[in-house]
């Protein structure tokens, strides 16, 4: 069993840049997330799918940010035109779609803007 | 605004000691309780959970207790080993719903040998 997988683990780019991340979920979860983390904070939620249907977005999502989940398997999430303030860990999760709220977490990406 | 805290940063025990991991909330409609474990570099890892209907849940070293009154859970780790040391997040589905967590910043737990 694999667990949720994240590329890159680590990206730096230059202010204005635009980035894009990928997530693979747990092959049977059909719910993904993703989160963002900054120093000495929790992990704080951006936005959620069911399936390919995204089904909430935090305000924390700016118009800058977009994510995917086309097939409903694997998601992306892409910044565009970078800003100092979007260097942070993001975090994808997935669940199952059960009484359980239990997420299962990937190793993060690791965004740098310099 | 908070509405999940872990008001100490910091914990360091003794190996073989009790460790004791608290968190407060706010919100009197979360009703599932969640803790996870974090190494550097790795991603968040679920250790366990409680619902509201109990008070205690217990999965080999580790408990969780829920004080609905007080809002307050804790987790106990007994005894501590040193592979425990990690930072430690309480979280919570928001506002009733059962999808996106709520975090408390952590609390950086280490176990001295």
């Known amino acids: 069993d694999t667990g949720v997988s994240q590329d890159p683990r680590h990206k730096i780019t230059k202010r204005g840049q635009n980035v894009t991340f990928r997530c693979d979920p747990i092959s049977e979860h059909n719910r993904l997330y993703w989160y963002r983390q900054t120093l000495g904070q929790g992990p704080e939620f951006l936005t959620y799918?069911?399936?390919?249907?995204?089904?909430?977005k935090s305000r924390l999502l700016s118009d800058r940010f977009s994510a995917e989940r086309p097939k409903g398997s694997f998601s992306t999430l892409e910044i565009q035109r970078t800003e100092q303030g979007d260097s942070a860990m993001y975090l994808c999760?997935?669940?199952?779609?059960?009484?359980?709220?239990?997420?299962?977490f990937g190793a993060g990406t690791r965004l740098s803007v310099l | 605004d908070q509405q999940v805290k872990q008001n100490s940063p910091s914990l360091s025990v003794q190996e073989g000691r009790i460790s004791i991991l608290n968190c407060d909330y706010t919100n009197s409609m979360f009703d599932y309780f969640l803790w996870y474990k974090k190494y550097p570099a790795e991603g968040p890892t679920f250790l366990i959970s409680?619902?509201?209907?109990?008070d205690k849940n217990e999965d080999g070293r580790f408990t969780v207790f829920l004080n609905k009154s007080a809002k307050h859970l804790s987790l106990h780790i007994v005894p501590s080993q040193p592979g425990d040391s990690a930072v430690y997040f309480c979280a919570a589905p928001r506002g009733g719903s059962n999808y996106k967590l709520t975090f408390g910043k952590g609390t950086l737990l280490t176990v001295n040998p």
């Open positions: 409680i619902s509201s209907i109990k």
């Open positions: 799918f069911q399936n390919e249907a995204q089904l909430e």
């Open positions: 999760a997935s669940s199952l779609n059960q009484g359980s709220n239990i997420q299962y």
